[in-house]
């Protein structure tokens, strides 16, 4: 996660997606979303929240929600282990915490490598999925994250 967080801050980002798994699916974020990678945090809980958001944790002395991206995308629940992660990331001047089961990889991927999802079933709604990347690592699947974090 150091070696990630460093590369973050080196500002060559152009094209680089974070890929990351729940369940058995692989997902991709566009690297310019995300803060910053940590390992699983004491979360408090909040009540009267949508059941995919988990609470709050305290990072660094700001206090920032954590929703489980494997719950917002409608699959069971999973204990958190050695390899869940919480990927922070920014929008709109909000950070927010999503808990993953795993951190895949950081890839350079070329516009050509991305279509379009429609008429993909997959066990995600699509209404999350912005597009697909054929790479040599496989199929990711590329994450609208304003549709993630959206009430909507």
Avoid: C, W
Wanted: negative net charge; charged residues 25%; aromatic residues 6%.
């Amino acid at each position: 996660m150091d070696d990630f967080n460093e590369m973050l801050s080196s500002g060559e980002t152009q094209g680089m997606y974070l890929t990351f798994s729940v369940g058995e699916e692989e997902y991709g974020m566009e690297i310019d979303y995300v803060m910053e990678i940590i390992p699983m945090q004491p979360i408090t809980e909040v009540p009267d929240v949508p059941h995919y958001i988990k609470g709050l944790i305290n990072l660094r002395g700001k206090i920032t929600p954590v929703m489980d991206v494997r719950l917002r995308f409608n699959k069971p629940p999973r204990e958190y282990d050695e390899r869940t992660s919480i990927i922070v990331v920014m929008q709109d001047d909000n950070s927010i915490g999503l808990i993953i089961d795993t951190i895949r990889d950081v890839l350079t991927i070329d516009d050509d490598q991305i279509g379009d999802p429609a008429g993909v079933k997959t066990g995600t709604p699509n209404r999350y999925i912005k597009s697909i990347a054929s790479t040599d690592h496989g199929n990711k699947l590329i994450i609208n994250l304003e549709r993630v974090l959206s009430d909507q």
